[in-house]
């Protein structure tokens, strides 16, 4: 049984003053979206048999994998956001269930490199592509001008995001 939740009505129209049109809350969509998402990748995880961090954490490496980057624990430990040891246990947790493999560094031979098992792709495979069609498919629908003031508006979003903490002055 899949959960298939609709969110829409929980996103409120706000009624812009100054123009007197109703427009979604951005903010608010924004947000709705983003613990859709999350329970997206719990459901995810759950059918797989791993955490949150640790589904994060086995994207990350195949992402970076794919993209010929070499991946470290301390590339793990900055993405996630935790404790050196915390991401120690999640990797041996990774490790244990045939997900990835740790090596020898070829570059430094005093750290492990992160390698993605096969078994890792095919487990993930097939839920991440289904995701990535029906989540396409909704993308599909929106006009060439209304791609573009959504990529803006996320990338715009993305820049602030990964600035907030970072200036002492914010």
Do not use: C, W
């Amino acid at each position: 049984m899949t959960n298939s939740f609709d969110f829409s009505d929980l996103v409120r129209p706000v009624v812009d003053t100054d123009a007197g049109q109703p427009t979604m809350g951005v903010i608010e969509a924004l947000q709705t979206y983003r613990s859709a998402e999350a329970a997206m990748r719990r459901r995810t995880g759950t059918a797989m048999g791993l955490g949150e961090n640790d589904l994060l954490a086995l994207r990350f490496i195949l992402d970076q994998h794919e993209a010929g980057r070499v991946v470290a624990s301390k590339d793990v430990t900055r993405y996630l956001g935790i404790s050196s040891a915390s991401t120690t246990v999640l990797l041996r947790r990774l490790e244990q269930g045939g997900h990835i493999v740790r090596r020898a560094s070829t570059v430094d031979k005093r750290s492990a490199e992160i390698i993605p098992t096969p078994s890792a792709s095919d487990d993930t495979g097939p839920l991440i592509a289904s995701a990535l069609r029906q989540m396409s498919g909704a993308a599909e629908r929106l006009s060439d001008e209304e791609s573009r003031i959504i990529v803006k508006f996320l990338t715009t979003m993305r820049e602030t995001v990964d600035g907030i903490g970072n200036d002492p002055r914010s």
